[in-house]
Protein backbone atom coordinates (compact mmCIF):
# COMPACT_ATOMS: atom_id res chain seq x y z
CA UNK A 1 0.00 0.00 0.00
CA UNK A 2 1.22 3.42 -0.58
CA UNK A 3 -0.02 6.24 0.95
CA UNK A 4 0.15 9.79 -1.10
CA UNK A 5 0.55 13.00 1.52
CA UNK A 6 0.13 16.69 -0.01
CA UNK A 7 0.65 20.16 1.33
CA UNK A 8 -3.10 19.90 2.48
CA UNK A 9 -2.61 16.90 4.71
CA UNK A 10 0.03 18.40 6.88
CA UNK A 11 -0.49 20.45 10.18
CA UNK A 12 1.65 23.82 11.41
CA UNK A 13 1.86 24.07 14.52
CA UNK A 14 4.49 25.94 17.38
CA UNK A 15 8.15 24.90 17.71
CA UNK A 16 8.21 23.22 21.24
CA UNK A 17 10.77 26.48 22.57
CA UNK A 18 8.03 28.72 21.21
CA UNK A 19 10.47 30.87 18.68
CA UNK A 20 8.76 29.36 15.34
CA UNK A 21 7.13 26.95 13.88
CA UNK A 22 6.46 23.51 11.83
CA UNK A 23 5.60 21.88 9.44
CA UNK A 24 4.30 18.23 10.99
CA UNK A 25 3.90 16.05 7.83
CA UNK A 26 3.66 12.94 9.99
CA UNK A 27 3.73 11.09 12.94
CA UNK A 28 3.62 7.99 14.60
CA UNK A 29 3.03 7.28 18.33
CA UNK A 30 2.69 4.32 20.10
CA UNK A 31 0.84 4.64 23.51
CA UNK A 32 1.06 8.29 23.62
CA UNK A 33 4.74 8.38 22.87
CA UNK A 34 6.56 9.44 20.05
CA UNK A 35 8.25 6.91 17.40
CA UNK A 36 8.78 9.28 14.86
CA UNK A 37 7.84 12.75 13.11
CA UNK A 38 8.84 13.75 9.58
CA UNK A 39 8.26 17.72 9.37
CA UNK A 40 9.61 20.78 7.65
CA UNK A 41 10.61 24.08 9.06
CA UNK A 42 12.19 27.66 8.42
CA UNK A 43 15.44 28.52 10.10
CA UNK A 44 14.99 32.94 9.89
CA UNK A 45 17.72 33.68 12.05
CA UNK A 46 20.13 32.90 15.20
CA UNK A 47 18.58 31.22 17.81
CA UNK A 48 17.91 28.20 19.80
CA UNK A 49 16.47 24.75 19.17
CA UNK A 50 14.15 23.19 20.97
CA UNK A 51 15.48 20.92 23.76
CA UNK A 52 13.68 17.58 22.76
CA UNK A 53 14.74 14.78 25.45
CA UNK A 54 14.88 10.78 24.48
CA UNK A 55 14.90 12.35 20.34
CA UNK A 56 17.48 11.46 17.52
CA UNK A 57 17.16 14.39 15.19
CA UNK A 58 18.40 14.43 11.14
CA UNK A 59 17.93 18.15 9.62
CA UNK A 60 18.30 18.45 5.91
CA UNK A 61 18.40 22.29 4.69
CA UNK A 62 16.04 21.96 1.67
CA UNK A 63 16.76 25.71 0.29
CA UNK A 64 18.54 28.25 1.21
CA UNK A 65 22.43 28.70 1.74
CA UNK A 66 21.96 26.95 5.39
CA UNK A 67 23.70 27.42 8.79
CA UNK A 68 25.64 26.29 11.35
CA UNK A 69 24.38 23.84 14.63
CA UNK A 70 26.79 24.96 17.85
CA UNK A 71 26.42 23.86 21.12
CA UNK A 72 27.21 21.29 23.97
CA UNK A 73 30.69 21.26 22.28
CA UNK A 74 29.55 21.00 18.41
CA UNK A 75 30.14 22.41 15.54
CA UNK A 76 28.04 20.94 12.70
CA UNK A 77 27.54 22.43 9.45
CA UNK A 78 23.70 22.33 8.03
CA UNK A 79 24.73 22.86 4.25
CA UNK A 80 22.01 22.30 1.45
CA UNK A 81 21.11 18.37 0.91
CA UNK A 82 23.04 16.97 3.26
CA UNK A 83 21.73 15.43 6.12
CA UNK A 84 23.09 15.86 9.70
CA UNK A 85 22.03 13.62 12.93
CA UNK A 86 21.94 14.94 16.10
CA UNK A 87 20.80 14.26 19.74
CA UNK A 88 17.68 16.42 20.38
CA UNK A 89 18.53 16.82 24.35
CA UNK A 90 21.16 18.85 23.66
CA UNK A 91 21.17 22.85 23.70
CA UNK A 92 21.83 23.14 19.89
CA UNK A 93 21.55 27.22 18.59
CA UNK A 94 21.43 27.71 14.63
CA UNK A 95 24.39 30.45 13.93
CA UNK A 96 25.33 32.14 10.54
CA UNK A 97 22.03 32.39 9.50
CA UNK A 98 22.89 35.01 6.78
CA UNK A 99 19.18 34.61 4.88
CA UNK A 100 16.51 31.63 5.75
CA UNK A 101 16.52 28.16 5.26
CA UNK A 102 14.14 25.91 4.85
CA UNK A 103 14.56 22.48 6.68
CA UNK A 104 13.22 18.79 6.28
CA UNK A 105 13.53 17.00 10.03
CA UNK A 106 13.22 13.08 11.03
CA UNK A 107 12.78 12.96 14.57
CA UNK A 108 13.08 9.17 16.30
CA UNK A 109 12.85 8.13 19.45
CA UNK A 110 16.38 7.34 21.45
CA UNK A 111 16.12 3.21 21.47
CA UNK A 112 14.58 2.70 18.24
CA UNK A 113 16.80 2.06 15.27
CA UNK A 114 18.17 5.28 13.70
CA UNK A 115 16.30 6.34 10.40
CA UNK A 116 18.62 6.43 7.29
CA UNK A 117 18.05 9.64 5.36
CA UNK A 118 19.53 9.82 1.48
CA UNK A 119 19.05 12.81 -0.51
CA UNK A 120 18.11 11.73 -4.48
CA UNK A 121 19.10 13.06 -7.20
CA UNK A 122 18.32 11.24 -10.49
CA UNK A 123 16.70 7.66 -11.15
CA UNK A 124 17.36 4.91 -9.01
CA UNK A 125 15.27 2.05 -6.96
CA UNK A 126 14.62 1.23 -3.56
CA UNK A 127 14.49 -1.89 -1.58
CA UNK A 128 11.14 -1.90 0.16
CA UNK A 129 10.20 -4.27 3.60
CA UNK A 130 11.16 -1.52 5.87
CA UNK A 131 8.58 1.81 6.24
CA UNK A 132 9.91 4.33 3.51
CA UNK A 133 8.95 7.82 3.29
CA UNK A 134 10.03 9.68 0.40
CA UNK A 135 9.21 13.53 0.26
CA UNK A 136 9.82 15.28 -3.37
CA UNK A 137 12.28 18.05 -3.33
CA UNK A 138 10.85 19.24 -7.14
CA UNK A 139 8.90 17.72 -9.84
CA UNK A 140 9.33 13.71 -9.34
CA UNK A 141 7.56 10.50 -9.86
CA UNK A 142 6.82 7.39 -8.35
CA UNK A 143 6.63 4.16 -9.86
CA UNK A 144 5.42 6.17 -12.62
CA UNK A 145 3.18 8.06 -10.33
CA UNK A 146 3.73 12.19 -10.59
CA UNK A 147 5.04 13.94 -7.03
CA UNK A 148 4.69 17.58 -6.61
CA UNK A 149 7.20 19.36 -4.82
CA UNK A 150 6.62 19.47 -0.58
CA UNK A 151 4.67 15.91 -1.45
CA UNK A 152 5.50 12.52 0.56
CA UNK A 153 4.93 9.07 -0.09
CA UNK A 154 4.78 6.53 2.84
CA UNK A 155 5.16 2.55 1.97
CA UNK A 156 6.82 -0.20 2.42
CA UNK A 157 6.82 -1.20 -0.77
CA UNK A 158 10.00 -1.56 -3.72
CA UNK A 159 10.08 2.01 -5.20
CA UNK A 160 11.87 3.25 -8.38
CA UNK A 161 11.98 6.84 -8.47
CA UNK A 162 13.12 9.86 -10.61
CA UNK A 163 13.73 13.40 -9.67
CA UNK A 164 14.96 15.38 -6.62
CA UNK A 165 13.64 13.82 -3.41
CA UNK A 166 14.53 12.96 0.35
CA UNK A 167 14.61 8.94 0.91
CA UNK A 168 13.92 8.41 4.68
CA UNK A 169 13.69 4.58 5.86
CA UNK A 170 12.07 4.28 9.16
CA UNK A 171 12.43 1.03 11.56
CA UNK A 172 10.20 0.56 14.56
Known sequence: MIQHLTSADY????????KGSTVEMLRAEENGTLKWRLS???????GDFSI??????????????GFDLVGAGLHLPAKPLIPVAFAGDIPIRAENVTVPSDDFNVMTARGLPRSEVAVI??????????LLAVY?????????TRMAPGDLILTAEP???????????LYG
Open 159 to 169: LIVAGQMIAVR
Open 136 to 144: ALAASTLNG
Open 121 to 130: AGQTQLRGGD
Open 40 to 46: RASVVEN
Open 52 to 65: LPGVERNLTVITGP
Open 11 to 18: KTMPWANG
